[in-house]
Every structure is written in structure tokens, then in C-alpha cells.
């Protein structure tokens, strides 16, 4: 059985059909349902179910899948190891505001063991993608200490976050310094908040940002569905935001000190990976 073949077999596998793969793979339907074929002629075995557009796996698939992933890794070591390298590539999945305060750092990590790599990211808040083998890593957020480890997925804790009350350094409200503002004095003041979870995971019975809304309504003078955004709408139209504290770290803003509000949101960033797959770059993260 061909190596490249198998490597073709996991990309289709991976892939919601047929033509998305070909796609992928810059290649015709026609030429890649051949190959799927050859594969199944070769093991005696029907790896997909066919309806129509869309193939799934059959229980003789999904052992493959999981055995050629396994082996185009090993391939890549040998080749490493022999000293015809190929430049590694990192795939890797999370939130917006995640992956632009977290993932610079661990690439420094890289260069600093001289580990050149290509990159890939993709825009996902939980471990979907990881689990679907579409990237290596998932860097996640859940909430206080909750690890999201499991049979198949390691998960290292990178950092924790405290979401914090900001504003612009030139709102009112930053000209108090290091005084408390009492709760009642902030609710006064619109807010900008997420339409989405762009932060990762928060409790249900909160709002996007994790603040308490039942107890303490805000003026919500905008919604938006991207951090970028958010920090746009604090630094030029005077809106306050609850937010991860990495974030006003970045882009200096004011962190307001409030008083009269018992509740806090807390979260750990974690860096998860598969427990059978060890990609020789991975060792920088250990």
C-alpha cells in the first residue's frame, strides 16, 4: 500500500465529501474515488458508506483512519530522522482573541529551540476540530480549573484569566486611578458586549462576556461578534466592556475597580493535543 495513497485516504476522510476533498487536494472526484478503490481492493474491506455526496465511514474506516494518521506521522519522523526534512507544519484551532494573545508566545517557544514551521490557524472555541484530527493543537478556555482531558486529549493549563470591567484611558471613569467605583456609577455608562462567545467558555446562565446580567443590568449600546471590534468601540466611542484581562493587557486599557459587585469570571487557557500523536515540534511545549 502506497503511503501517499493512505495520506489521500485521511484528507477524504476528514473531509464533509468527496468534492470537498478533491478541492482540498486540488485534484479531480473522479481520480480520488478511484484511489479510495484501489485502497478498499487492496485491504478487502469497504472504508465508506456512499450517500450520495456525502461518505462516511464504515467501522472498518474509522480503524484505518486511525491507523494511516499513525503512519503518515511515523513517515515524517523517518524522514527527519534520515535527514530529508520537510518543513513542519502546526494546525491549530481557537477563539479569535485566544489564539492572538496565546499562540505568538508559543511560537517564540519554536524559534527558541531553532524549530522553523509553517502555520495554519482555525477559528474554533472547543475541541471539534482536535477530535476530527483538522489540526494538531486546540488552545481552549473553560472555566476556572475544569480540564478537558480526556481518553484521547491532553491538556496542559497555559494561563489563568480574571475578566475585568475597562474603559479608554480617556472616559471619565479612568481619571478616578486606583479609587473603587461603586457598581450602580458604572451601570450608568453604556456598554459594548460580544453577540457570540468570542471568548471561549463562561457559565450558561451568564451573558456572552460572563457578566451578570439578572443582577446587574447594563445599557448595552452595541453588539459585536469580534474582539477587534469590541476594542474599537472602547477606544473611540467611550464604551465600557468585561473582558479577559490578557486582553487590557495588550492594548492598554483602564481596568476599573468596582465595588458593590460580589461576582467574578474566571478562566484557564488550556493547550490540548492528541494522546497517540507526538509531532517531533511538540517537545518545545514539554
Not at 486529549?153 to 471619565?172: E, L, Q, R
Not at 451578570?212 to 468601540?233: E, G, P
Request: charged share 20%.
Amino acid at each position: 500500500m502506497k503511503l501517499n495513497d493512505l495520506a489521500i485516504f485521511v484528507e477524504v476522510a476528514k473531509a464533509p465529501s468527496l468534492r470537498s476533498a478533491a478541492n482540498q487536494l486540488d485534484m479531480q472526484p473522479g481520480t480520488l474515488s478511484k484511489i479510495i478503490k484501489r485502497i478498499e481492493a487492496y485491504y478487502q474491506q469497504e472504508l465508506f458508506n456512499r450517500h450520495s455526496a456525502n461518505w462516511t465511514l464504515t467501522s472498518s474506516g474509522e480503524m484505518l483512519f486511525q491507523r494511516a494518521i499513525e503512519l503518515v506521522a511515523i513517515n515524517d519522523k523517518i524522514e527527519r530522522e534520515l535527514g530529508k526534512p520537510r518543513r513542519p507544519h502546526m494546525r491549530v484551532s481557537g477563539s479569535e482573541a485566544i489564539l492572538g494573545y496565546f499562540l505568538p508566545t508559543l511560537l517564540q517557544r519554536l524559534s527558541a529551540k531553532q524549530i522553523h514551521i509553517s502555520l495554519e490557524t482555525k477559528d474554533a472555541q472547543d475541541l471539534a476540530l482536535l477530535r476530527k484530527h483538522d489540526v494538531d493543537l486546540a488552545l481552549v478556555s473553560s472555566l476556572s480549573t475544569q480540564n478537558p482531558s480526556d481518553r484521547q486529549i491532553v491538556a496542559d493549563a497555559i494561563s489563568t484569566v480574571n475578566f475585568v470591567t475597562v474603559v479608554d484611558s480617556s472616559h471619565p471613569l479612568a481619571a478616578r486611578g486606583q479609587k473603587s467605583v461603586f457598581i450602580e456609577e458604572v451601570l450608568e455608562y453604556p456598554f459594548v458586549v460580544p453577540s457570540k462567545a468570542i471568548y471561549g467558555s463562561v457559565d450558561t446562565s451568564r451573558s456572552h462576556d460572563g457578566w451578570h446580567n439578572d443582577d446587574f443590568s447594563r445599557h448595552i449600546m452595541a453588539r459585536v461578534d469580534t474582539a477587534s471590534m469590541l476594542i474599537a468601540m472602547v477606544k473611540t466611542q467611550g464604551m465600557l466592556a468585561y473582558l479577559p484581562d490578557y486582553i487590557a493587557r495588550e492594548h492598554n486599557l483602564k481596568v476599573i475597580s468596582i465595588e458593590g459587585c460580589p461576582y467574578s469570571c474566571e478562566q484557564t487557557i488550556w493547550m490540548c493535543r492528541h494522546k497517540q500523536l507526538h509531532h517531533h515540534w511538540m517537545q518545545a511545549f514539554v
